[in-house]
Each structure stands twice: as structure tokens, then as C-alpha cells.
């Protein structure tokens, strides 16, 4: 690709503890860091998605090691944003996770149906993980743009102290 400039690679991103045990069949998050490292040395603008945050034992641990890892593997110039968006779905996929993975433990937090329809934790839940985790990201990385994916505007004054400010 000649414009390697006008181009935005992005890797969805969780903890490795989530990434075993909830994302089968999926590249492991060494694989995606690797990836990540080659295409930002080609030159190509990168960008993460952390989504779905999922709310686990210790969550704040895993998220941090994994940020850590993550940043401190990447040039930060190169990366143009974060997203932070938690667990969300249609009431009808709880059941058909359910039965595909009765193991599954991303269901174990309190969660209500939205405005939009769909299944999400409590707000105070998700604005305290985008809240920690943003801070985090902003201790490591303060240059690195950061926003929340599919979020009220509550949830953004909140966990960011601003609301959405920057077209995509």
C-alpha cells in the first residue's frame, strides 16, 4: 500500500487470561502485539480496541499488565487511538453463549438491558473500568487518544471527564 499514511491497522485487545479462556479460535495476544510491532515498523498508523471489557476476578491487575505489555511494545507516535468499550450484547445471544460455552464466565457480573436494547454492566461498573483503565493508559502513554465505544454521555463525563471530540 503506497499511502501507508492514510491507512489505520487495528487489533482488538484483552488480557491473555481472557483471551485463553474467552476468545477460542482466536490469535493469542502475543500474536496480536507481534502483528501490531511489524505493521507500525512498516510505517502504518495502528490503533487498539479494548472491547468488550470483560469484568473479571482482579480485572484491574490483568488490565494493567496487559497495558503495560502493550504500550511499552509499541512506538506511541504510532498509535492513533484506544477504544475502551465494555460487554455489550442482544438479550438473545446470553442463551446461545450458554449453550455453546456453559463455562463462560462473562456473564457472571450484574448487567441491565439499555436504552439501546442491549445487555451491559451497571453504569457505575463500566465507568469505573473505563475510568481506571483510561488512567492507566494516560500514566503510560499520555499522547495516546482515547475513547469509548457505543457509551452515554453520563458514562463519558464520567469515566473521561469529556464528552466525544474527535471525528473518525
Given at each position: ?22 476468545e ?23 490503533a ?53 460455552r ?67
Amino acid at each position: 500500500i503506497p499511502k501507508r499514511d492514510h491507512v489505520v491497522i487495528s487489533w482488538s485487545m484483552n488480557p491473555p487470561i481472557i483471551i485463553e479462556k474467552e476468545e477460542h479460535g482466536t490469535a493469542r495476544f502475543d500474536a496480536r502485539l507481534s502483528a501490531a510491532q511489524m505493521v507500525a515498523a512498516a510505517g502504518f498508523r495502528i490503533a487498539f480496541h479494548l472491547d468488550p471489557i470483560i469484568h473479571i476476578d482482579q480485572w484491574q491487575e490483568h488490565y494493567d499488565a496487559a497495558l503495560k505489555t502493550l504500550l511499552s511494545a509499541v512506538p506511541h507516535a504510532s498509535i492513533d487511538w484506544i477504544s475502551l468499550g465494555a460487554l455489550r450484547f442482544q438479550p438473545q445471544l446470553r442463551a446461545i453463549a450458554l449453550k455453546r460455552r456453559p463455562d463462560t464466565g462473562i456473564f457472571s457480573e450484574e448487567s441491565v438491558t439499555g436504552s439501546d436494547g442491549k445487555v451491559r454492566y451497571l453504569r457505575e461498573v463500566r465507568s469505573e473500568m473505563f475510568t481506571h483503565i483510561n488512567a492507566h493508559i494516560k500514566k503510560l502513554a499520555p499522547s495516546v487518544y482515547t475513547y469509548l465505544c457505543m457509551e452515554t454521555k453520563p458514562v463519558w463525563e464520567k469515566a473521561l471527564g469529556r464528552l466525544p471530540d474527535r471525528g473518525f
